[in-house]
């Protein structure tokens, strides 16, 4: 069961330059999202999606765009990266219950934009 | 004021230690509640779910308080691989849509 996938693992971009980040999970689960971590601002939401077919903003969507494939994929995409895209970036999933239930993460993936 | 906070820490405690962690959230509709364990350069993992009720995992209490939007981790008995950052989450679920708020975690160190 491989959960919550996530590539690359690692990504050194220049600035302008444009890259998909893929997430992929096995669970089922309806709900993904996307977050960035940085030293001292903790996880921030990018964007979600509630179910297949719906997206929308999160904490700090500018510079982002994403797609839901389908029920399994969830993809980021910067078009013009920036130095201050540097960050760690986290996908996510979780099972919509009548209270919610716990999220699992990918891996992460680095970004360094030079 | 933040959806939830944390004190960063970082705590520096002794092997054999007991030591709580606090959150604060804002959302008095908020409707479940998790500890996560985060370990350096690794994804969040979950750790425990947290109860009115109070609920024990070994050596892990967490323990929410709803009328003070206040819950707690306890670890007693701390070893080396407890040393991780430690995430207090927020769930609330409306609309078809999971809100997952997040604090910015607190940093334990277990020192030998």
């Known amino acids: 069961n491989a959960g919550v996938t996530q590539t690359p693992k690692f990504q050194v971009l220049k600035t302008g330059q444009s890259m998909t980040l893929q997430c992929a999970q096995d669970m089922n689960h309806n709900s993904m999202y996307w977050y960035r971590q940085d030293p001292g601002m903790g996880l921030r939401l990018i964007y979600y999606?509630?179910?297949?077919?719906?997206?929308d903003k999160g904490e700090v969507p500018n510079g982002y765009n994403v797609s839901r494939l389908n029920k399994r994929e969830f993809s980021l995409r910067l078009e013009s990266a920036a130095p201050s895209q540097t960050s760690v970036y986290f996908c996510?999933?979780?099972?919509?219950?009548?209270?919610?239930?716990?999220?699992?993460f990918g891996q992460g993936t680095r970004l360094t934009v030079v | 004021r933040k959806e939830v906070e944390q004190d960063p820490g970082p705590f520096n405690v002794p092997e054999g230690a007991t030591v709580a962690f606090n959150c604060t959230y804002s959302n008095s509709a908020s409707q479940s509640f998790f500890w996560y364990r985060q370990d350096c350069r690794k994804e969040p993992k979950l750790l425990m779910s947290?109860?009115?009720s109070g609920n024990e995992d070994g050596r892990f209490t967490a323990q929410l308080n709803r009328a003070s939007q206040y819950i707690s981790l306890l670890i007693r008995d701390s070893k080396l691989s407890d040393s991780a950052t430690y995430l207090c989450?927020?769930?609330?679920?409306?609309?078809?849509?999971?809100?997952?708020?997040f604090g910015i975690g607190t940093k334990l160190q277990v020192i030998p």
């Open positions: 947290v109860y009115s």
């Open positions: 989450v927020v769930n609330k679920v409306t609309g078809g849509y999971q809100k997952v708020t």
């Open positions: 996510a999933s979780s099972f919509i219950g009548q209270k919610g239930t716990e999220a699992f």
């Open positions: 999606s509630a179910s297949e077919g719906t997206t």
